[in-house]
């Protein structure tokens, strides 16, 4: 009798296993507060753990700290972050990248006042750049290993916190030249913008990946690149990817996308990968 029993609690156990919702969690590097993160993204990771009929769990971080630890290590299934992050998680864990959106390519600007008199970045030698801050890709990671590259000056470097901040210190004179992105100079107001001129433009480089950790099984990452594709093909979903600046997705090549980026990462993010 006992036996029976036993062989019984062990088939429950077996099948209860074998029909269990595979679980996995999808983080998004923080660049916004955790609860508008959440807001945003909420949706767009339901309509993949639907696609999987599985459960999908968004993780959003308080720091960029938790974040990098987490990618570092290998501990998410899915994430979306800055191409940096994408070539990081690659390099160290082989994370494999599913889609990138097609719509513009990352290009980092450096601005001056018109009335500066600087036209190029050879006159910024021995003059302070500001940026955003430290970790900040296209307007300050990837901008700065870009100058470095392009031509050799000196520069005082100063952090501002925000995009918004940078653009304001370089017009009241506390910095010679300010770093940012298009997108982000066009937001500001019109009498704001047209005191500033850009001067630079970083190389331009492929957008944000979103990675799978090799882990996750072949069929499961068709499944979401599937699921991001199809959103694109109605108003809805549409705006759902607006909402993520993930419009016009393509499947993403770690080859072709992304793997040029590699000495530059190693220089921005070598804490990282060591």
């Known amino acids: 009798m006992k036996i029976k029993i036993l062989s019984l609690l062990f ?3 077996f099948l209860t296993q074998v029909h269990a919702e595979p679980n996995y969690t999808f983080a998004r590097a923080p660049q916004l507060s955790p609860s508008i993160t959440s807001e945003l993204w909420e949706p767009f990771v339901q309509h993949l753990s639907n696609s999987v009929n599985g459960k999908i769990t968004l993780k959003v971080y308080l720091t960029r700290e938790e974040f990098e630890s987490d990618l570092r290590m290998g ?45 190029n970045l050879q006159q910024l030698n021995n003059k302070t750049i500001a940026f955003p801050d430290r970790t900040a890709f296209a307007a300050s990671l990837y901008l700065r290993a870009s100058i470095k590259n392009d031509i050799k000056i000196n520069y005082q470097t100063i952090y501002t916190g925000s995009h918004d901040n940078n ?13 940012g992105v298009e997108r982000t100079l066009l937001q500001q107001d019109i009498k704001l913008r047209d005191q500033l001129k850009i001067i630079y433009k970083s190389p331009g480089i492929k957008p944000h990946p979103l990675m799978a950790h090799p882990k996750v099984p072949k069929s499961v990452r068709q ?10 093909n109605d108003k809805n979903g549409k ?21 040029a980026l590699e000495s530059a990462t190693s220089e921005m993010y070598g804490y990282l990968l060591n």
């Open 239 to 259: 705006k759902l990817l607006k909402q993520i600046k993930l419009q016009k997705p393509v499947i993403a090549n770690y080859d072709l996308d992304y793997k």
């Open 11 to 13: 088939t429950l156990c």
């Open 167 to 179: 653009y304001r210190t370089v017009l009241i004179g506390k910095a010679d030249a300010g770093g």
């Open 223 to 232: 499944a979401i690149q599937e699921a991001v594709l199809d959103l694109n």
């Open 75 to 119: 501990k998410v299934d899915f994430y979306f972050g800055n191409p940096g992050y994408g070539v990081v998680g690659h390099m160290r864990n082989g994370y494999i990248p599913l889609i990138r959106s097609n719509k513009k390519l990352l290009e980092g600007i450096i601005v001056v006042k018109n009335n500066s008199g600087i036209e």
